[in-house]
């Protein structure tokens, strides 16, 4: 099971030629349906945000309804907090979706899950830690939007189709 973040769902856009993108997010939607691929709320409106108008803002909000968890419960978040309190931007105006994805990750490594989170926050920001840190702190499995590609089977679409 994989939990993606909003720089891997931004980043993914970028890695993959044009021409790919829309049938590379056409692959993602069984795996959404079927509970392999998942993210929290706070990540459709970070993508809004940060990617309006994109295909991978579109195609976020097109599966939201599909992922077999939204959001998780705060003892999640707190249990983030408690081992990676660096995660959390204290300064920062909008919440963002980094202690959502690792709260969503424990919920589901809770339940029996062998959870990854995907993601491409990985250096440290001078108001918070990043994503990828936070993960070995709390012993989840991370990786990279082109580790997750290749280890999903979709690193074919990294190479432009004819």
């Known amino acids: 099971m994989y939990v993606i973040d909003t720089d891997a769902l931004v980043s993914m856009a970028q890695l993959v030629p044009e021409s790919n993108v829309n049938l590379l997010l056409e692959e993602l939607v069984p795996l959404v349906e079927e509970g392999m691929v998942c ?3 706070l990540v459709i409106a970070e993508c809004k ?12 909000r097109s599966v939201a309804g599909s992922r077999v968890c939204k959001s998780v419960a705060y003892s999640f978040t707190i249990q983030v907090l408690a081992t990676a309190p660096d995660l959390l931007d204290e300064e920062g105006e909008e919440e963002s979706s980094q202690v959502a994805v690792a709260a969503m990750a424990l919920y589901f490594s809770s339940q029996g899950a062998d959870v990854v989170v995907v993601t491409e926050d990985r250096r440290p920001l001078p108001t918070r830690a990043c ?3 936070a993960c070995k702190e709390m012993d989840v499995s991370d990786l990279t939007v082109l580790e997750f590609l290749t280890q999903a089977g979709l690193d074919s679409y990294l190479s432009p189709t004819e």
């Open 131 to 133: 994503l990828a840190d």
């Open 39 to 41: 993210f929290p709320d």
């Open 49 to 60: 945000r940060l990617a309006h108008g994109e295909s991978v803002a579109l195609w976020v």
